[in-house]
Nanobody, 125 residues
Framework: QVQLVESGGGLVQAGGSLRLSCAAS????????MGWFRQAPGKDRDFVAA????????YYADSVKGRFTISRDGDKNTVYLQMNSLKPEDMAVYYC??????????????????WGQGTQVTVSS
């Protein structure tokens, strides 16, 4: 069992930066892939970024490539999402996910076992 707790969301102006954190409990952190998804009001939960168990492989949604960076710290059992050059369209609730059933492109929410409670990111224009 893995429990995930996100933090770091908040209000930022367009062009600004935020760093989200996802602290994971459980001894399996170092052996599982982690990801970030986001969901805006009235929309589906969309893939943002994912990182494999070792940190050696990452995937990003086209909409965030070059602006967002996912990373993980095995000593702290934490995965991060550094978000730069934020845009109003990045505004959403961001969810941390763990335990991907598949590793590859176009990961979907159904392919992850565990979820955090979400953290709100608000971008003002």
């Amino acid at each position: 069992q893995v429990q995930l707790v996100e933090s770091g969301g908040g209000l930022v102006q367009a062009g600004g930066s935020l760093r989200l954190s996802c602290a994971a409990s459980g001894r399996t952190f170092s052996s599982i892939a982690m990801g970030w998804f986001r969901q805006a009001p009235g929309k589906d939960r969309d893939f943002v970024a994912a990182i494999n168990y070792s940190g050696g492989s990452t995937y990003y949604a086209d909409s965030v490539k070059g602006r967002f960076t996912i990373s993980r710290d095995g000593d702290k059992n934490t995965v991060y999402l550094q978000m730069n050059s934020l845009k109003p369209e990045d505004m959403a609730v961001y969810y941390c996910a763990a335990g991907a059933r598949r590793w590859g492109t176009n990961l979907t929410p159904a392919e992850f076992h565990y979820w955090g409670q979400g953290t709100q990111v608000t971008v003002s224009s």
